[in-house]
């Protein structure tokens, strides 16, 4: 984390010197102030990853030695397959189609929409994924 913490408040301090540099420059306030909006944020999350470096051990990634694999670790369950997204993507598309067409076209979107949720919501509790 101490790298990331560095290279954030770097990359502050270049921000910051772009937009005095643009604002004596252009004198265009939106650009400058998205300029400086942009500063503190960066610095904001550089303080607070440097500030958290400091009370975590150090990660492989502060370790020049360090292999890749060094901070790999369970990546957690994955469904084989699902049809869910397939049904949700479907109401979807019909709901953004009801919001630039017409309103009546999203009494057909909402039932599509609805099954995917309980499709997905429920596809562990039925079927040949059920837990036992």
Known sequence: MKIQGKMFIWLSFFILAMAVLYGLWSKEPVGTTALFMAFGLAIMVGYYLAFTARRVDAMAQDDKEADVADEAGELGFF???????????????????????????????????LIGIWGWVFEYYRGENQNQ
Do not use: C, N, R, T
């Open 79 to 113: 469904s084989p397959h699902s049809w869910q997204p397939l049904s949700l993507a479907i109401g979807g598309a019909l709901a953004f189609l009801a919001v630039a067409l017409d309103w009546w076209l999203m009494f057909f979107s909402l039932p599509v929409i």
